[in-house]
C-alpha cells in the first residue's frame, strides 16, 4: 500500500466513507451528496500532504532555508570552548632564526602555518615600506625559504584575512598597490657633470625579492587575492576599485570565501572617529562571483556554519543568517535589541551589586572604594555586536563589546550569548514559548 494511506488525513477521510456506506440505503453512497462529500475529503487530503512544509521535519539544519529558523536567546554564557585563541603573533622559531642570520633588514611579524603543518606563510615588514602593510614569502617549516609569493609592488593587508583553504591547496589574503614614496627628480641644473662613463660593477647585489613575476593586476584599494599552496597561479579574485575587502573566511569545504567590503570613504569616516571597520557581508566563489548578502554594515566578520550552508554576520545588534549556496537562497534577520537590553540591565545590576559588596569590604580594610557605574537610558554594557562563533549547526555564539580604535584597540564590557537555532513549526513554538519564530 502507498505510504499516502497510512496518514491520518486518509483514515479520516476512510473512516468517513464507511460511515456513509454503514447507512441503511447503500445506495446513498453513490449520492451526489456523497459524491461532493469524497471530493472535497480527496482536495483536503492532497492539500494537507502536500502543501503543509511543516508536517516535514528536515532531518540536518543543513536542509532547512535560513527563512525557517527559529531560534532561542540566552544571554551572558560562558565564551565557546571552540573559541580560537591562536596568538596573532606567533613566529615559527626557524623562520625567525631565518630572518635574524640573514634576512636583517625585514622585520617577520607572523607566520601562518598550512593545515599540514609542512608550510608556512612569512609575513614581512621592509625597511622602505614602513606602516600597516606587509610581504609575504613561502617557507618550508622548518625553515627554508622556498619563494616569494607576493610581488614587490603588491603590498598586502590585514594580518587576520592571510587564510590557507582548510585542504592546503590555496591561499588567500587582502593586497592593493604599494604606496612606497617615489623619489623626487633633481633638477637638471643641479646634476653632476658627466665626465667620462663610470665602469659597471663586477658583481650585483642580490635583491630581496628574487624571483621574476608575472603581470598581476593590481588596484588602489583592497582587493581578496587567491595563489595555489606553491605560490604560483596568483591572480586578483575580486576587482572592484573603490571597494576595500577585509575580514575573509573560507568556507569549511573550501567552495567559496565570505568576506566585508565598503567604500572607501566609509573606511575614512570610521577610522576618524576612532571606530572599528564595517562593511556589506558577501559570498566570493573562487570563479569570482560575487553576492551581496546585505545592505547593512556589520562589525563582526561573517563566519560559516559548520556545514558551509549558511553564512551569519553581526549587524549592530542584529544577527543576519543567510543561504551559501543555493538556487534560490534565503535570509534571515533576528533582531536582538530588546533582548540585549534586558540583559544587559540585570547584567549592570548584578555589576553594581558586586561594586557595592567590594566597597563595603573596602570601607571596612581602608581601601579606595570603586566608582559606580553611570546611570544612562541603555545599560553601560549593552554594546554591538563584534563577534560571532558557529561551533555547532544548532549554536552560534555572539560576542558583545565595546571596541575603541585609538592609539590601540580597546575592548570592553566583553559578553558572551548564544542563540539556539532549530527549525520553526508551530509545534516547537508551542513547547517553546521564548522562542522567535518569525523568519527575519
Not at 71 to 87: G, K, L, T
Not at 104 to 133: C, F, I, M, N
Not at 399 to 421: C, D, P, Q
Amino acid at each position: 500500500m502507498n505510504r499516502s494511506f497510512r496518514s491520518p488525513a486518509v483514515r479520516s477521510m476512510r473512516s468517513m466513507i464507511e460511515a456513509i456506506g454503514a447507512r441503511r440505503n447503500s445506495q446513498l453512497l453513490f449520492s451526489p451528496l456523497a459524491s461532493l462529500i469524497i471530493l472535497t475529503a480527496l482536495v483536503w487530503v492532497a492539500c494537507s500532504s502536500n502543501s503543509d512544509p511543516q508536517r516535514v521535519r528536515p532531518r540536518q539544519l543543513r536542509d532547512l532555508p535560513a527563512a525557517r529558523l527559529a531560534y532561542s536567546f540566552r544571554a551572558d554564557v560562558d565564551a565557546p570552548p571552540e573559541i580560537n585563541s591562536e596568538d596573532t603573533t606567533a613566529k615559527l622559531e626557524p623562520i625567525q632564526k631565518d630572518f635574524d642570520t640573514r634576512r636583517k633588514d625585514d622585520a617577520l611579524l607572523r607566520t601562518v602555518a598550512s593545515p599540514d603543518g609542512q608550510r608556512a606563510l612569512a609575513l614581512y615588514g621592509t625597511t622602505d615600506e614602513p606602516g600597516p602593510t606587509f610581504h609575504i614569502d613561502l617557507y618550508s617549516t622548518d625553515g627554508k625559504f622556498l619563494r616569494n609569493v607576493t610581488p614587490p609592488d603588491l603590498a598586502c593587508v590585514f594580518q587576520d584575512s592571510v587564510l590557507w583553504s582548510s585542504d592546503g591547496s590555496l591561499i588567500a589574503f587582502v593586497g592593493r598597490k604599494t604606496q612606497k614614496v617615489q623619489p623626487t627628480p633633481t633638477p637638471l641644473e643641479e646634476l653632476p657633470e658627466v665626465t667620462s662613463p663610470s665602469p659597471l660593477p663586477t658583481a650585483m647585489p642580490s635583491p630581496s625579492i628574487a624571483p621574476s613575476f608575472g603581470l598581476v593586476p593590481m588596484f588602489a584599494t583592497e582587493q581578496v587575492y587567491l595563489c595555489n599552496r606553491d605560490g604560483f597561479d596568483l591572480k586578483p579574485l575580486t576587482s572592484r576599485e573603490g571597494l576595500i575587502y577585509f575580514a575573509l573566511a573560507w568556507a569549511p569545504d573550501d567552495h567559496a570565501l565570505a568576506a566585508l567590503a565598503c567604500r572607501e570613504a566609509e573606511w575614512n569616516v570610521r577610522d576618524k572617529e576612532f571606530k572599528s571597520p564595517a562593511g556589506r557581508p558577501r559570498i566570493i566563489s573562487l570563479d569570482g562571483q560575487e553576492r551581496l548578502l546585505d545592505d547593512s554594515l556589520a562589525e563582526a566578520p561573517p563566519v560559516w556554519s559548520p556545514d558551509s550552508s549558511k553564512v551569519a554576520a553581526g549587524l549592530g545588534v542584529d544577527v543576519g543568517i543567510y543561504d551559501g549556496a543555493s538556487k534560490s537562497p534565503t535570509q534571515a534577520r533576528i533582531q536582538l535589541r530588546d533582548a540585549l537590553v534586558s540583559a544587559s540591565f540585570a547584567f549592570d545590576e548584578r555589576s553594581q551589586t558586586a561594586t557595592k559588596k567590594s566597597n563595603a569590604t573596602a570601607t571596612r580594610s581602608g581601601a579606595s572604594p570603586q566608582p559606580a557605574l553611570p546611570r544612562s537610558a541603555l545599560p553601560v554594557s549593552f554594546n554591538p555586536i563584534v563577534r560571532l562563533e558557529w561551533p555547532a549547526p544548532e549554536k552560534l555564539y555572539i560576542e558583545t563589546a565595546y571596541v575603541s580604535m585609538r592609539s590601540e584597540l580597546i575592548k570592553t564590557f566583553s559578553r558572551w550569548h548564544l542563540l539556539a537555532l532549530s527549525p520553526i513549526s508551530n509545534q516547537n513554538c508551542q513547547k517553546l514559548p521564548n522562542i522567535g519564530c518569525k523568519p527575519g
